[in-house]
């Protein structure tokens, strides 16, 4: 098992930024891919970013390419999502989620490549 704690969410104007962090406990986190999704009212949960376990491997959603940077510490069992140049339709609530095994090429946004998931943080960005 492994358990996910988000903290970091809040109110920012357009153009802020935010870091959104990750705690996890639990299961061997070094070894764990790990991604973040968020999901606006009334919409589905999208992907946002992800890391390999080794933080070589990084990948984005078009939408968040160049603003947000996703990285990990593991020897603080924590992944951050660093949010630049916030807009407004960023605003939504922002999982973190861990896999149980290795995650390949197509399936990093997948949301079932991924078995643990946080309670959540808002992010909210004002106009």
């Known amino acids: 098992q492994v358990q996910l704690v988000e903290s970091g969410g809040g109110l920012v104007q357009a153009g802020g930024s935010l870091r959104l962090s990750c705690a996890a406990s639990g299961r061997t986190f070094s070894f764990s891919p790990m991604g973040w999704f968020r999901q606006a009212p009334g919409k589905e949960r999208e992907f946002v970013a992800a890391i390999s376990w080794s933080g070589g491997s990084t990948y984005y959603a078009d939408s968040v390419k160049g603003r947000f940077t996703i990285s990990r510490d593991n020897a603080k069992n924590t992944v951050y999502l660093q949010m630049n140049s916030l807009k407004p339709e960023d605003t939504a609530v922002y999982y973190c989620?861990?896999?149980?095994?290795?995650?390949?090429?197509?399936?990093?946004?997948?949301?079932?490549?991924?078995?643990?998931w946080g309670q959540g943080t808002q992010v909210t960005v004002s106009s």
């Open positions: 989620a861990a896999g149980a095994g290795p995650i390949y090429g197509s399936s990093w946004p997948r949301r079932d490549s991924y078995d643990y």
